[in-house]
C-alpha cells in the first residue's frame, strides 16, 4: 500500500487499510506467540533490514505487473512470455545455486555436499513449484485483484509456519493461533470488500 501511494498515486481505501490492520494484528499474535508485550523485547538484526529491502523490491515488482512502465507495453512489450521469462530465471538461479554448492565444496572439503534422490528432487521441487508455478500464480492475482489486496494474504504466511510446525516438528497449535488466524482472515474479507466495490 505504501509502495502505491507514494510511486503510483494510489491511495488505499478506508476499508483496505482496516483489513491491513486487522490482518497485522494476528501477524504480531503469533509473532509474540500470545503475550503482546513480547513485541516490546523483539531485537533487530542486519538480516531483518535485507528482509525489509526484500519487502519493498518485491511490492516495486508487484505493483510493475500491475502497472507496467511504458517501454513494457504496447508494441514494445519483450516477445518473451511469462513461461519463458520464468524458466529462464529457474535455469539461471539453479546454475549458480549449483555452482555455489560447488564452490562450497572447494573450500571446506571437509564438509562436501551430500548428493542424494531426495536432494535432487528438492531442488527439482523449488525450481518449479516456488519459481515459476507461485510466481505465475502471484501474477494472476495481481492481475485479478490489484497488489494491495494481494499481498493481504502474505499475513498467512505465520499461519502457514505454525500449521507446518505441527505437521513436521509435532508443535502443537495455541489458542492464540485460532484467534490469530481469526483477525487475518477478517482482514482478508474486509480489504476485499473494498476491491469488490471497485470492480462493481
Known amino acids: ?3 502505491g501511494a507514494l510511486g503510483y498515486k ?6 483496505q487499510l482496516i483489513g491491513a490492520v486487522l490482518s497485522l494484528a494476528g501477524v504480531a499474535l503469533v509473532m509474540s506467540r500470545g503475550n503482546p508485550a513480547a513485541l516490546a523485547d523483539i531485537q533487530f538484526v542486519q538480516g531483518d533490514l535485507l528482509m525489509l529491502l526484500a519487502i519493498i523490491g518485491w511490492s516495486i515488482y508487484s505493483w510493475m505487473l500491475a502497472r507496467p512502465p511504458a517501454h513494457m507495453t504496447g508494441a514494445a512489450r519483450p516477445a518473451w512470455n511469462w513461461a ?5 530465471q529457474c535455469v539461471f538461479g539453479v546454475v549458480w545455486a549449483v555452482g555455489a554448492a560447488g564452490a562450497g565444496d572447494l573450500i571446506a572439503p571437509s564438509a562436501p555436499t551430500q548428493w542424494s534422490w531426495q536432494l535432487v528432487a528438492a531442488i ?5 513449484g516456488p519459481s515459476i508455478i507461485a ?7 495481481v492481475a485479478e485483484a490489484g497488489p494491495a489486496m494481494a499481498s493481504i494474504f502474505y499475513n498467512l504466511t505465520p499461519l502457514f509456519a505454525a500449521v507446518l510446525s ?3 516438528i509435532g508443535e502443537s497449535p495455541q489458542p492464540f493461533h485460532g484467534v490469530a488466524f481469526a483477525l487475518i482472515v477478517a482482514g482478508i474479507m ?3 470488500r473494498s476491491t469488490a466495490k471497485k470492480i462493481k
Not at 10 to 15: A, G, K, M, S
Not at 84 to 88: D, N, S, Y
Open 1 to 3: 500500500m505504501v509502495v
Open 10 to 15: 494510489v491511495i488505499p481505501t478506508r476499508l
Open 84 to 88: 519463458q521469462f520464468l524458466v529462464a
Open 124 to 128: 527439482v521441487f523449488i525450481a518449479i
Open 135 to 141: 510466481y505465475r500464480l502471484w501474477g494472476l492475482a
Open 166 to 168: 505441527a505437521a513436521v
Open 190 to 192: 474486509v480489504s476485499s
